[in-house]
């Protein structure tokens, strides 16, 4: 709160009797003579003083007022449209002038006599005037800065700081003040915007030379396509990189960009993401771009890509990834049969469950699987048928989420120990060697074999063990065993897919074990890298002064003792802090916008010039109004119900269209 000290005139100083030698008589530039009485400069009042609240500001100006000699009391109160109060002036009790009353009575009515009354008010000038600061305090700023980080709006940043302090009245501030502030910092962002998501970039680059990014920009210098992966990414590429998808139906922030992530299936079966590409557009050229940005950086192709059925994709991939499988996405082919098929035949159980039963069956051969579709095809007569920094926040935030699952994950897998179901020392070892969820897979397996499992028949010829196995749904599949090198093969293909004393080392998939990514330190282009390693030391100083806070007060709670002194102690710190200066060390002021826009985006310096523009709005397939297909508007037809007209209980008219009335 701010306050501001007035003056005495001659009269007054007169009337306490405070001696010539006990003020400083200033003179302002209109002639006026202002004395200032001396004091203690701890108790004396400035321009700027800042405190909690307002009755502390008000107890501190009577402690003022009664040691130099003069009373105060509080005056003018204004309210802000919220009823919160964000003005009081204090005043001198000898302010002002008594209001001089003349009684007039009228000619009928006698002339009531009052008692005369002296006076104290002398016209005294000495007033201070408190202000509610509006704008939200470092901590606020940083609480509103941390939750835009976390993708919570400003409404349930203020119930969630309420919380923390307990009632409304102890946050020091309103809910519009926290929809202010973040519409100013987003305001401050968007100004220059894609100059500062690229500045931040480059600034990561800096702290990890493994972090890589590429861009581009059009004619007009906007910023038309963005690649981007850090150390982690490229890692994890490295090791679960073989098949790769990537879709590009997503739409991002104000400018419609497509957002593009490559993904995989990690050792623990969950997604694993290896970075994030933004385009303007979905052409080829822009494909290319990505694809070949994508190879320069991670530094190979992967073996196998899913992805769905674009065109342009597809003549991309054959481009750029020649050596690379592509297969499309069971899912978006899926979601199509409805469609492809008409809704008669995609409301038959028969045929859903035949189709899944082809479809989802890992153990066939591409002969068998072609064998059983043209059966279906035949069967059925089916044939062919005609904000970008803030979007970098929470791209990060979903990712350190995604990498904290992975990383408990691995934690579990050293702590726990999933229950045996056979004394078979080759699942002692799968144990040993297989994170928890792909074990289960493979015991899943072996119980299988043990249980369900027998041989039919079994032939030696040329130094090669033939078996014949029939599983528990009566389908027969055939082991090979060559004796020179004890090389096995089986027709279902299961055991080359999810990776007897123990498992030998040719049948182990290294990405499917524990210490797939258990390393912290890892070789990338040649380049040794420690991926723990070069960080922000002021986020992560102010991460960890967080945590400390917190825990202290949790280990306080309810000891008034520990609560009191806890409070003191910060409050003193505070204190010094305010009175020390208000510079972090790089010439910005603490609390300011620029200073939470370092912590929010990192710090970095945007000059006054701006190399890269924002982007256009995009305009690609899906954006806008889309247009719906045969399918959609039937059932949302479906979904729409007619209104029931009440005399005659039926649908499809009211009272003017029923057939009686007209």
Known sequence: MGSASGGCDEGYSTDIGVEDSACDMEISAGMTKYWRPNCDESLKPHVGQQFV??????????????????????????????????????????EGFKQSSSSTSSTTQSTVVKRRRVTNRVGCKAKVVFKVNRNLDADHQLFVASCVRANIGPTRSYRLFKEIVGEYSNVGATRVDFKNFKRDLMAYILNGDAQLFI?????????????????????DDQLSRVFLADAVSKKNFSLFGDVVSFDATYRTNRYNLVFVPFTSIGNHTRCITFGARLLTKEDIDLYVWLLESFKKIMGHDPICVVTDQDPAVKVVLAQVFGASKHRFCMWHIMCKVGEKVGPVLSKDEVFRTELNGIVW??????????????????K???????????????????????????????????????????PLALERHAMAVYTISIFYDVQDEICSACFSCQ??????????????????????????????????????????HRGLESIPSRYLVHRWAKGACLHPIFHIDGTLVDQSAKVENVRVLTNLMWSDIYACVGLADGNIDRLSQLQRVINEQRQIFLQDGSENGNGVAVGSKRSVINSFCGDVSVGSTVDVHDPVQAKNKGSGKRLKSARERAASKCAKQSRRYHTCDEYGHNSRTYPLNT
């Open 53 to 94: 609240s307002l009755d502390s500001a008000f107890g501190f100006y009577k402690q003022y007022a009664s040691s130099v000699g003069f009373d105060c009391r509080q005056s003018t109160t204004r309210k802000g449209r919220d009823g919160v109060v964000v003005l009081k002036q204090v005043v001198c009790s000898r």
């Open 199 to 219: 500045d931040t970039l480059f600034k990561r680059r800096e702290l990890c030379e493994a972090f890589g990014f590429e861009y581009d920009i059009d004619e």
């Open 361 to 378: 069956d890992n153990s066939l051969d591409p002969n068998a699987f072609e064998l059983r579709w043209n059966h279906i095809m035949e």
């Open 380 to 422: 059925y007569g089916l044939g062919d048928n005609g904000c970008l920094v803030e979007f970098l926040v929470h791209y990060d935030s979903a990712i350190g989420a995604q990498r904290h699952a992975q990383a408990k994950l691995n934690v579990d897998c050293e702590a726990c120990f999933p229950v045996l179901k056979t």
């Open 455 to 496: 041989v039919v028949s079994l032939t030696d010829f040329n130094g090669c063990v033939s078996y014949v196995i029939k599983d528990g749904d009566h389908r027969t599949w055939r082991v090979e065993l060559a004796l020179n090198d004890y090389c096995a093969s089986c027709s279902c293909k299961m055991f080359e």
